[in-house]
């Protein structure tokens, strides 16, 4: 069985990460979203709203699992029996961070890291843009996965 998960804070969780999620279902038997708890990192939503909106969206996939975790995310990933780490590009930006995170995750416990690049209908949108119009009270339905809400 191929296993990955699709690590980040997630908060919230956008249409953008949904995307990514439902394309790696063509690469992996099973996807655990697991939802990072970092306690330097000020949230809008608490870890568990966050892991319910996500299970909210899936709640008709099966091979999607959703879990919160505190440890390093190399840890999570075999903590979970997961062979691999899915992650998504915005921009050509996020691809030198998210290299040298990969590559420190094979270095320390051989975990792959697949790397999607995000839809372009969806490039622009960040949880920091979706936190940032929630408090200016502006309707974020589009920024969302369908049959979710918060």
Known sequence: ?????????????????YDIVKRGLNLFDEII????????????FTVEKRVEIIRMAFKNEPRIKV????????????????QFILRGLRSVSDFEYERTIADANKHLEGIDTVILNTDPAYSFISSTVVRDLLAYGKDISAFLPPDTSL
């Open 67 to 82: 879990q919160e975790y505190n440890t390093l995310t190399v840890d999570f990933a075999k903590e979970v029996d997961a």
């Open 1 to 17: 069985m191929k296993r990955a998960i699709f690590p980040g804070t997630f908060d919230p969780f956008t249409i953008g990460h």
């Open 33 to 44: 979203i697991g939802v990072g708890v970092n306690q330097a990192k000020k949230t809008f």
